[in-house]
């Protein structure tokens, strides 16, 4: 024997051993117990509250792998209101409207609406970058895989002919992916925090659309972030100057010492696609000239 063969391996694969543990043929008060299941196979376990710790290094992984298989190096990430309606669709919030407080609002969400179709191009825009010379994927559109803008988002992706991120997540009322998820890209999550922190480990880009809520916990977890220096920072686009200055009073915080002037050079104000993907590419420009100079 002069060119031995060594196996990869000599265990089985846990998906073997998984169907065999599916097919046995012998009940008994053992094999019919839940203590007798595979630990992987028994939800009942899994579900544990002692449990929680692997829980969250499975959400982690998982969609982890997943976008590693797929080739994505850097996510281009868009928040925003699941309440915008697309423009089409906008007026017809007036006639649900019951009351002059309710048409304010719907007139607001209807001048709002444009930003869904801000949204869409410029996802198609950044989709169709090239891959780089390694074969990885740049700058891939996620959004948070539920309605309106984050529909807007994966549909432009769509409308380029590429793929899509959505970080779904369980929530007391149903809220399925939106139809233009790419579906081996469409993650469901359990805890919020392991989804926000999916959205930016990527990141190399993002949009905050106006938005409630939800927008606003993302949003500042970034700006928080990257005040801290817990992340170098990125390219930070606040669509809609108007809505941003009205819900938040930036300068006040400054004026208050509670933040420094500096930090508000961590966003850019920016109202159209071309916009957006102009102040993204000034901005890693800058950081290539910056790096060259240093070394």
Not at 228 to 253: C, H, M, Q, S, Y
């Amino acid at each position: 024997m002069t060119d031995p063969r060594v196996p990869s391996r000599v265990f089985p694969r846990a998906k073997q051993d998984a169907e065999a543990a599916a097919h046995i043929a012998t009940h008994t008060p053992q094999t019919e117990n839940p203590a007798y299941r595979l630990a992987f196979q028994d939800m009942d376990f899994l579900l544990r509250e002692d449990l929680r710790p692997v829980r969250f290094q499975l959400e982690l992984l998982k969609p982890q792998l997943l976008l590693n298989e797929a080739n994505i190096a850097s996510t281009f990430v868009m928040y925003g209101s699941a309440r915008i309606p697309e423009p089409e669709k906008a007026h017809a919030l007036l006639e649900l409207a019951t009351d002059d407080k309710s048409r304010r609002i719907a007139e607001r969400l209807i001048a709002k609406s444009k930003y869904y179709d801000v949204a869409r191009e410029l996802a198609a825009k950044v989709s169709r970058l090239p891959r780089d010379a390694d074969g990885k994927r740049q700058f891939v559109v996620c959004s948070g895989g539920g309605p309106s803008i984050m529909e807007a988002a994966n549909r432009g992706a769509a409308d380029a002919g590429q793929e899509s991120i959505g970080l779904n997540i369980v929530l007391p009322h149903e809220q399925a992916p939106n139809p233009y998820v790419t579906p081996s890209l469409s993650f469901q999550f359990h805890y919020f925090a392991l989804r926000k922190m999916h959205f930016l480990l990527h990141a190399r880009a993002l949009a905050a659309f106006p938005g409630g809520f939800g927008t606003f916990d993302e949003l500042f977890e970034l700006l928080t972030l990257i005040q801290t220096g817990k992340i170098a920072p990125i390219p930070v686009l606040l669509f809609g100057r108007e809505f941003w200055e009205r819900v938040v009073d930036f300068d006040a915080l400054v004026e208050e010492g509670v933040v420094s002037e500096r930090d508000l050079g961590i966003f850019t104000y920016v109202e159209t696609a071309d916009e957006a993907w102009d102040a993204v590419q000034t901005f890693y420009r800058n950081r290539e000239k910056a790096e060259a100079e240093q070394g």
